[in-house]
């Protein structure tokens, strides 16, 4: 065949693989904030406005009290799930079209539970999935690699030593061949890299920073808290290099994720318990700093060592969300903060948009899908506003119990988990 000839049929050929690409990332919400990280979604036709007993195609009870969010590979969705008292730990597998529970598995046993705060759960580290493997963290309790189609243990670990203090919080993430995760408790503060197939440690880095100086006095103040963070980290491309970005208590650092080499620190020593996933655009990390000082902040990416006042591009200091996650939409950044104030913030500049107050608590993430924002909060309301420099609230639905995991989307489906069940809601 000649090459004019082969021309269509390459073209026929290219259009399939990017239709079935998009498609895919349309239908998979593998980790936690979905297919990238960052709170988007390439779902369509999604509902603007529902309730429990409208647009609902299925709601299925989840027992446990668990805040991690649902995760979505091919027909299934995975959780965790734990007891209130923190003795069992587990997941459960529920069929994305009927919502029907096909596994129902406790993975760990747990004889005295470390304490966990009434406000957080044993379940709140979200699973990450991939083709046949589902890498589950429940932090020093527990952390395990299971095949999807049998539900057997393909290797754990129990051996980590960490406080949560307050419970765990931070997800884990993959990036190439390992599973990176995030411990920050009171006793111990280290990143540490794991061989996904084999669950053996590549590489393990403490925190750097000088935990002594605990307040601005130079005196202990509830120590535990002050070394304490339940955020999530990412990598971020800049200049042809990875960075793994990952925010601790005090402090936010970039690493070498190939080695665990600490690559750059910004000191925030006012700030602990940071709890969200950063975002990255326009040559800047954007994060949200964490407690007692709660701010955005937008730092530069490419420097080395201990940055200075220099590497911070802007700050935010009013609205600013301690649990929610941030979203960067084209050029601007969305933040709703824990009392229900949503911002949009010009990211190249700082400069706010708007400001309203949308209502509620939050502790869910928003997510972004079909030129929507998704916001879920602790009442069980959740709000779809327009994106852009104008607010506008397209729809506001309301669900029993209340939601403290971030929703999924896939294909034209919302998924939402509240504290009782889980949903799937489309038009």
């Known amino acids: ?61 989840i027992h446990g009290k668990a805040w991690s969010s649902p995760v979505i590979w091919g027909a299934e969705i995975w959780l965790t799930t734990a007891t209130e008292d923190g003795t069992a730990l587990g997941v459960v597998c529920v069929d994305k079209d009927s919502g029907k529970v096909l596994r129902d598995d406790t993975l760990f046993r747990v004889a005295a539970p470390q304490f966990c705060h009434k406000f957080n759960s044993y379940a709140s580290p979200t699973p990450v999935l991939e083709d046949g493997r589902i890498y589950v963290t429940f932090g020093a309790p527990g952390t395990a690699c299971l095949d999807t189609k049998t539900g057997a243990k393909i290797w754990e670990r129990t051996d980590f030593v960490c406080n949560h203090y307050r419970g765990a919080g931070s997800s884990p993430i993959v990036w190439g061949d390992l599973l990176i995760m995030s411990f920050d408790g009171s006793d111990a503060q280290f990143m540490v890299a794991l061989d996904k197939k084999t669950g053996q440690t590549v590489w393990q880095t403490p925190r750097s920073i000088d935990f002594q100086d605990l307040g601005a006095d130079g005196k202990p103040k509830n120590e535990g808290d002050y070394r304490k963070a339940f955020a999530t980290p990412t990598v971020v491309e800049h200049g042809g290099t990875a960075t793994l970005v990952s925010s601790g208590a ?168 509240t504290r009782t069940h889980l949903y799937r809601v489309e038009q």
């Open 1 to 61: 065949m000649t090459t004019h000839r082969l021309l269509p049929h390459l073209a026929v050929f290219t259009a399939t693989l990017l239709s079935a690409a998009t498609l895919t990332a349309a239908e998979n919400w593998p980790q936690f904030r979905g297919p990238a990280g960052d709170g988007q979604s390439a779902a369509t036709g999604l509902p603007v406005k529902f309730s429990e007993t409208e647009s609902v195609k299925w709601k299925t009870a």
């Open 250 to 417: 005090k402090a936010h650092y970039g690493y070498d994720p190939k080695t665990g080499k600490e690559l750059w620190r910004f000191e925030e020593r006012g700030n602990h318990s940071a709890a969200t996933r950063p975002v990255a655009g326009f040559g800047m990390v954007f994060i949200a700093a964490g407690y007692s000082q709660g701010q955005v902040l937008a730092l530069k990416l490419g420097g080395s060592g201990l940055l200075g006042a220099d590497a911070l591009a802007w700050r935010l200091k009013k609205s600013a969300p301690n649990k929610p996650s941030l979203l960067l939409i084209g050029d601007l950044l969305y933040a709703i903060n824990d009392g229900g104030i949503a911002s949009c913030v010009d990211a190249k500049t700082g400069d706010v948009v708007w400001t309203q107050r949308i209502g509620g608590n939050f502790s869910a993430s928003p997510i972004h899908a079909d030129g929507r924002i998704y916001a879920c909060n602790e009442e069980g309301k959740v709000t779809a506003l327009a994106t852009g420099r104008e607010f506008k609230v397209l729809g506001e639905s309301q669900l029993e119990a209340g939601c403290m995991a971030s929703p999924a989307a896939s294909g034209k489906a919302l998924f939402v988990r």
